[in-house]
Structures are given as C-alpha cells and as structure tokens.
DNA sequence: TATGAGGGCGCC
DNA sequence: AAACGGCGCCCTCATA
C-alpha cells in the first residue's frame, strides 16, 4: 500500500500526467492530525521527532514504522472509521477540486482594480486634508496618533489594544464615527483597501494562463475537521456588501456552464437540536419554524407573529452565541444591548432550552474528566485547561462546547462530498459537466453544465439532505447564475 | 533581506 | 479590563 505524507500533492502530478491513482493508500499527516488536530504541524520532521523520537529519514522503513504506530492509535481511539472512510476518500476529492479551480474574469478584476484604486486615491487625499497632514493610513500606530493626539477626538469608551494603544479598530471607528469627519472617510479606505490588498490583486497573481484559480485544501488545517483553504483562501471571499457583491461577480463559469451554490440550511443549529434533543428547539426545526423568530418570541415573551425584526436579530444572536459558548459581555458588545439586559436574556434562554444547558454542562466535564471531546463520531480533540482554573478554563470549555457541533458539520460536508462524487460518477458528469469546485464549510461550489443542471441539482441535494441522519430535518438551498454574484 | 509579532479583518 | 468557536492574509514595524 501507498504510504507517504502529502498524497493529495502526489495525485495531482499523477493525475495531470494521467496516471490512475492507487485503490489504497493511508497519508501518513492525516493519520497524525487525526490523534492531534490541535498540533498544527504534520511535517515529516515534526511527525518522526515526536512519535519515534528520531530524525525524519525518507525511507520505506520509517514510513512503515510511522504507519503502525499511527494505525495502532487510530485503532485505540476508535478513529478508523473517519481515517478510511472519510479523510481518505476525500483526500483524493480534494485533488480534483484543486486541479478543477474556478475561473474568474481577469479583465473586469483588472478594471475593478482601477476603479478602487481611484477611490482610494480621492479617500486618501480626503484624509490627508482633514488630518491636516500626510501619514501612513495603514499604520494604526500612525492613525491612533493622528485620530486620538494631533486631532484630538475624544477617547470616551474606546477599547485598548494588548500593548496599552488605544485602538483603531472597525468597532472604534464606528464607535467616535459622529465626532468627526474624517471618520467616515476611514471607514471606506478599510474595506476598500482590503478589497484590493487581500482580494482583488492576488486573485489576479494567482490565475493561471486559463484565468482559473486553484486553491488548496488543508485537510490537516483545523482542530476541527474542518478544512481550511490557502494561496488564496477561496473560504473567506466577501459577502454582503456592494463592492462584495462586485469582487464575487468576477468568480465566473466556463461558457454553458452555471455556477450553483448549495448550502445547508442552518446545519449547526439543527446540530445542536439533535445532540441536545432539546425538545422545544428539535420541534421548531421539524415543523419548519423560524427557528430565530421562535428563539425571540420566547425570550421577550411574546408570540411568534408579534416579533420585530430587531427582536429576531437579537434571538439569532443569541442562537449563534450558543454555539459558541458566548457570555453576557460577548452578547451585549454584539447586540448592542446593556450588560445587564444581556445576562438576562442569557438566562432566559437557558430557561426556555433547558437540554442546551444541560448538555453544554456534560460537555464540559466530559473535557475536565477526560482532557478531550468527541463528536458522535468519534472524531476527538484534546481540550488542555479545562481541569484547571480561569480564563483558560473558559477558553477551554468553550472550545469544547463548540467542537461536537463544529465538528459534526465538517463530517456531514464531507460525507456529503464522498457521496456527491460518487453519485456523478455513475453518470460520467464528475467532474466534467458537474465540477465540484469549492467547499465552504457549509456551502458547495459547482460548476454545472447547463444541459444537465436539473438532473446534477436534484443529485446534488438528494445526496446533500440524505447523507447524515440527524434527528431533525438537514435542508439545502441552492442558488444558480452565471457567475458568484448574482444569482437567478 | 528575512522573520515574526501585532493590529486588523475577510469568511463560516 | 473584560473575546464567542474555527480559519488565512494583509500591512507595519521592530529585530535579526
């Protein structure tokens, strides 16, 4: 059997120059961050030092003695199951989606670019002006001096950084944004510059002769099981805004093809229904109720048709902060509500998910008696802290409140993945007419020929809603246009 | 010239 | 004072 580290890199050079990939294989990283996932470094080096207590040599026999301990581990901790069928199947997936890429439109970036950079031009002069002289915008060190001593605005509320600055921060900005002028202009330069530095230049850099990028997939890259995505990151491209909406138009499909995005719909909440069978929250998702409106209808007391939509955003709050383990001064910095209010609609939440409570509580003390957490499963992670006392104590404990449903969701996207794949096989689409292009955690990118797009989605979601069985209903929406944009 | 910490910020 | 889980990448700036 092929035993070696970076397998996905191997098949790609095989797989550009035709060569058929092997039926079994065990990629030794994968096997180690699976014991580990909080390691972070699943170099052959790290991966040798620390479990054979020698120097990596590239050698049949040290692969093999890395392999027994590794499949001698994953037998002990009930990781098989995840290594082979999971995290191996996906391995070669990955591969694919990386050689696939996805196209972006070179010349309305480039015109993008111009069209920022001006902006950006007129911004800065503003800045300039009313700063009363030139200075590195960049530089927070620079604006802090600029906003806080030469222009003197008020530091009323405003947060320090770790080394004692005063911030300068979006929430600071946002924050003095009416005590002067120059903040606004600020506010635009942020996430124009970003746009442009973060975005819209590298995505360029990195286009091949075809205009497509190719991400890569770290499929060691969290503590998790989620992946990550690297050189560029095609996880984090923005979403919401105007200049957004812009940079996403310029992610496009090949010529009679569609991009179709496929989403699973509140998947980490009807995690934590299902874990916690919670009573009153598995029923809002079995009987399809807004499951932020019911959350608000029940902590301001008030029935579901009589929520504001301020009361829903407050409840959704509330619901994301669960599974995150949040406390009152996250919630109330988040919401906008007062500490005090905010520690109440905590408790009251509490009060109206009794299981969510109850079960957060058995996690907890799952991580102190044992040292780590499991999924159902048994993906795991080692959760240091938690058997000791303060602030690292509550990171600890959130961190494993958040894994069982963090991690829930990476294995249902993956199994998804696996199913998906090999469900167009059958018809020859894969990766052909259908191309999986992109994960995003709870989110699928294809790219989808036009001919085909009713037959490949209704496989797509079929595969998608069916995979897992939780103990609610997993719903998937998709949206469809040519580009990433804008959807039909 | 390279490196890493710090501040900051994009996404789910 | 006070960070809510998981990531990757940008720029600045001090240091090597």
Redesign the pocket.
Known sequence: MLVDFNLKEQFKVWKRAGKPIPKEYFDLGIAFWLLD??AGDYSPERVAQQYLQTPFSDSEKTRTQLRAYAEKKLKEYKLEKIFWDMEMPLLEILADMELAGIGIDRGYLRALEKELEKRLETLTKAIYKHAGETF?I???????EILFQRLKIDTQGV???????V???????LLIQDRHKIIASLLEY??L???L??YI??LQELADDQGRVHTHY?QT????G?L??????L???????EW?TKLRTAFVAEKGYRIAAFDYSQIELRILASLTQDPEMMKAFNENVDIHALTASKVFKVAIAKVTPEMRRLGK?LN??V?????A???A??SGVSFADARKFITEYFNDFKQIKIWQEEIKAQARTYGYVTNLNGRRRIILGAAGMGREV??GE??A???PI?SMNADIMKLAVIRIAKELKKSGWYQKEVRLLLT????LLFEINEHIIEEATRIITKAMESVYALRVPIKVTKKIGENWGAYE
């Open positions: 996932p909080d590195n960049n530089s927070p060190k620079q604006l802090g947060k320090k950084t770790k080394t004692g600055k911030s300068t921060d979006i929430d600071t900005l942020r996430e510059f970003k746009l530095s973060t230049r590298p770290i890259g969290t503590a998790t989620r990550s995505s690297q050189n560029p990151n996880q984090n491209i923005p979403i919401g805004s957004a709050t994301f902060g599974v995150y383990g949040m406390g001064m996250a919630f910095k988040s509550a990171e959130r961190a409140i958040n894994m963090q995003i955690h709870d989110e």
